[in-house]
C-alpha cells in the first residue's frame, strides 16, 4: 500500500464521522506489510465521548497488540499531545498524517523521539477540517481542551 | 477532601482493577471543590482494550467537561506518556500521584508544562504494583508497550 492509499483509509473514517455528526477526524493502525489492524475515528458527539479521537479508537480497534514498532498509524490531522503520546507509549514506529496546517499537535516531538513522522498535506484533509471547524468552533475548541 | 483521600479513590479503583484479574492502576478526576467528576482503572485485560488505562477511565467517566483547569487527576501510578499526553492536550490544572518507585512516565514533562505534579509515595500502591509486576510481567510489559 502506498502512503496515499493508507491516507484514504483514515479519510473514508473522518467522513463517517462527518456523517455521524461529529468531529471528522479519521485514523489506521497497519501493519508494516500493508496489512489494516484497525480503523476508528472521533467519537466525542455520536457516543458522548471525551476519551476517543480518532487515534484512540483505531488503536482500540487494532485490539491487543504484542509490540508496535512495525506498525504505522496514519491519521487525517496532526495528533494532538493525548494521541502523541499514545504513539510514544506504545513505540509506535512511524505516523502518516494527513495534514498539520489546521491544527499542530505533537508529531515534531515524536519525530525527535524517534518516531518516522510523514506529513502529506492532502487538500480533502485540510478542506474537511477547516469547513468543520468554521461550522462548528464549539466542538472544535472542546475537543482539544480549549 | 486531603489529598490522602483523593488517593484512597484511585486505590479502591485499582483494587477493583485486581480483584477482576486486571492491571491494578486506579484514577479519579476531581474537581477544584474536592467533587469527584469519575473514577477509572485500567480495562486492558477484562475488557481486552488497550486503549484503557486508568486515566483514560476515570476521564472518560467524567463525561464531557467544559474546560479541565480546574480538576485535578488523581492516580496510583505515574502516568505513562499516553496519559500525560491527556494531561497536556485538556489543560488538566493538577495531577497527584501515589507513587513513581515503580514506574515514572510523563509527570517531569507535565510539571515543565505547567501542571502541579504531587507525589505522594505511598506504600498500598507500591506494594499492590511490585507484587503485580512480580507476578504478571507478561501483562505489565504489554501495557506500557514494551
Redesign the interface.
Known sequence: MTPGQMLDVAVEEARKGLAEGGIPIGAALFGSDGTLLGAGHNR?VQN????VHAE??A??A???????RSTIMVTTLSP???????V????IGAVLIGESRTFT??HDWLAEHGVAVTVLDDERCVEMMQNFIAERPDLWA?D???
Chains 1, 2 share one sequence.
Do not use: H, K
Open positions: 466525542r458522548d465521548d471525551p476519551s484512540t479508537d488503536f482500540r487494532a485490539g491487543r497488540q504484542r509490540g508496535y494532538c499531545w493525548y494521541c502523541s503520546g499514545l510514544r507509549q506504545f513505540n499537535g505533537g472542546e482539544i481542551g480549549e
